[in-house]
């Protein structure tokens, strides 16, 4: 029987917006700061891993007293939030809103499942809380992607159950976990990169809505 998509489950970071460049310049700055090699490809493994988890793969090795692992911690945050001050709406990425708007007109429910502790203040300067069902940011669960457990309680919250949603993510960590949480999964960006997802586009803007959904029904 062909299943029903009905929750729709969207990343912030990297999907509907490309906050994932400020968090890659605030991590950069740290970087060279503690004279550390960093660069894009490395960047790669920091995309939908959490604050804390992505300062563990930047130290590698290294092993600073816990005192200065939270200063770090604050001052990458600090870098970043600086950056975030220029969001406008104009900073959403193409195809977003149009895509919201198609999903709306199927009946489906929406959700932003993020493992950013700074969601709220990135959905608020880009207008488009109204939008979404169910807001989950990085305070929202103990373990963040790749286990599922944001995806799951994102389910529970819009009331579908996993068959039924599909993420739409761009880093291999929120596909594994989209996997784990035995949802549909659409990758954003590279398809080498996110090869697992069962589709990938190069940009929501490269979606057609409903030939997209007739592909995922089917799976
Ligand atoms: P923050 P997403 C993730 O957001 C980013 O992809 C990841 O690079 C970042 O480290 C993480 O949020 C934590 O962000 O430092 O703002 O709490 O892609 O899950 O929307
Ligand atoms: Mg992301």
Same mark, same amino acid.
């Given at each position: !029987?062909? *299943?029903?998509? %009905?929750? #729709?489950?969207? $990343?912030? $970071?990297?999907?509907?917006?490309?906050?994932?460049?400020?968090? #890659?310049?605030?991590?950069?700055?740290?970087?060279? %700061?503690?004279?550390?090699?960093?660069?894009?490809?490395?960047?790669?493994?920091?995309?939908?891993? =959490?604050?804390?988890?992505?300062? +563990?793969?930047?130290?590698?090795?290294?092993?600073?007293?816990?005192?200065?692992? /939270? %200063?770090?911690?604050?001052? &990458?945050? =600090? #870098?970043?939030?600086?950056?975030?001050? *220029?969001?406008?709406?104009?900073?959403?990425?193409?195809?977003?809103?149009?895509?919201?708007?198609?999903? +709306?007109?199927?009946?489906?429910?929406?959700?932003?499942?993020?493992? =950013? &502790?700074?969601?709220?203040?990135?959905?608020? !300067?880009?207008?488009? *809380?109204?939008?979404?069902?169910?807001?989950? $940011?990085? #305070?929202?669960? &103990?373990?963040?992607?790749?286990?599922?457990?944001?995806?799951?309680?994102?389910?529970? !919250?819009?009331?579908?159950?996993?068959?039924?949603?599909?993420?739409?993510?761009?880093?291999?960590?929120?596909? %594994? @976990?989209? &996997? *784990? @949480?035995?949802?549909?999964?659409?990758?954003?960006? =590279?398809?080498?990169?996110?090869?697992?997802?069962?589709?990938?586009?190069?940009?929501?803007?490269?979606? /057609?809505?409903?030939?997209?959904?007739?592909?995922?029904?089917?799976?």
């Amino acid at each position: !029987m062909r *299943r029903k998509v %009905e929750g #729709y489950i969207f $990343d912030l $970071d990297g999907v509907l917006t490309n906050t994932s460049e400020f968090h #890659y310049l605030a991590w950069k700055r740290i970087a060279e %700061e503690l004279k550390i090699p960093f660069d894009r490809k490395i960047n790669e493994n920091l995309k939908g891993v =959490s604050r804390h988890e992505c300062l +563990r793969i930047l130290l590698g090795e290294r092993n600073p007293d816990s005192s200065l692992f /939270e %200063e770090l911690l604050a001052r &990458k945050n =600090s #870098y970043y939030r600086d950056y975030i001050k *220029r969001i406008t709406p104009k900073s959403l990425l193409p195809g977003a809103l149009n895509i919201l708007d198609c999903i +709306r007109e199927k009946g489906g429910r929406i959700a932003v499942a993020s493992v =950013s &502790k700074n969601t709220d203040e990135v959905m608020t !300067m880009l207008g488009i *809380r109204g939008k979404f069902d169910v807001i989950l $940011d990085g #305070y929202s669960v &103990k373990k963040t992607k790749p286990e599922p457990e944001q995806f799951l309680l994102a389910s529970k !919250m819009l009331s579908i159950v996993p068959g039924c949603c599909v993420v739409f993510e761009d880093s291999s960590a929120g596909i %594994e @976990a989209a &996997k *784990r @949480a035995g949802m549909l999964s659409v990758g954003i960006g =590279s398809s080498k990169r996110l090869d697992s997802a069962d589709l990938v586009f190069n940009g929501l803007d490269k979606i /057609e809505f409903n030939s997209m959904l007739g592909k995922l029904e089917r799976f």
